[in-house]
């Protein structure tokens, strides 16, 4: 298992269109977050799932957003009508439920947002 | 409210230690987490300290916990230009269901 792989990589869009990206985590971890990175600031959560439940979502996270983790493995982050002010990079982590919940991430999916 | 800081940036010459400082707000954080990010790359852990803890040494590494004052530190030994990069502290107040990073502090590492 080479980690966590997320895709696409990059993503132009013009506003009022709809992105989908996916995040694959390792095999193992039953744990999947999302997060937001905005140019110099830190990773601020959205969304995170055990197995297949969706257990928490944060403020951030408007009815435009939606994610998706069906079989309890790849997850799915949808932007419907997307706005300027969603360009950023969207980071994915997994972990397994335990000790200290170290969270591994991926590479992100940068979103520009025309 | 969860919050978070860190400085945003530190200089230091190469041999030199770093020390890089945040302070949190959540004292029901079970663990507190250091992270790096370089240039187009993921956020990478580099250690962890649990709450019960004083402090923990992880080679080059020296993490200090302040649980009274909330102070995480993060000492760098011997800093390498290769360690220059975007490092983040992160707490975990639900243990574990999310993470809250600091703003990161850009190191520097000057030949």
């Known amino acids: 298992d080479t980690g966590v792989s997320q895709n696409p990589r990059h993503k132009i869009t013009k506003r009022g269109q709809n992105v989908t990206f996916r995040c694959d985590p390792i095999?193992?971890?039953?744990?999947l977050y999302w997060y937001r990175q905005t140019l110099g600031q830190g990773p601020e959560f959205l969304t995170y799932?055990?197995?297949?439940?969706?257990?928490?979502k944060s403020r951030l996270l408007s009815d435009r957003f939606s994610a998706e983790r069906p079989k309890g493995s790849f997850s799915t982050l949808e932007i419907q009508r997307t706005e300027q002010g969603d360009s950023a990079m969207y980071l994915c982590?997994?972990?397994?439920?335990?000790?200290?919940?170290?969270?591994?991430f991926g590479p992100g999916t940068r979103l520009t947002v025309l | 409210g969860e919050d978070v800081e860190q400085s945003l940036f530190l200089s230091v010459r190469e041999g030199d230690s770093s020390v890089i400082n945040c302070t949190y707000t959540d004292s029901s954080s079970t663990y507190l987490y250091w992270y790096k990010q370089e240039p187009g790359a993921g956020l990478q852990l580099l250690t962890y300290i649990f709450s019960n803890m004083d402090m923990k040494q992880d080679q080059r590494l020296t993490v200090l916990l302040n649980k009274k004052d909330k102070h995480l530190s993060l000492r760098i030994a011997d800093t390498q230009t290769g360690d220059s990069a975007i490092y983040f502290c992160?707490?975990?107040?639900?243990?574990?269901?999310?993470?809250?990073f600091g703003p990161g502090t850009r190191l520097s590492v000057l030949p």
């Open positions: 095999s193992e971890h039953n744990r």
């Open positions: 992160a707490e975990s107040p639900n243990y574990g269901q999310n993470f809250v």
């Open positions: 799932f055990q197995n297949e439940a969706q257990l928490e």
């Open positions: 982590a997994s972990s397994f439920a335990g000790l200290n919940n170290e969270q591994f």
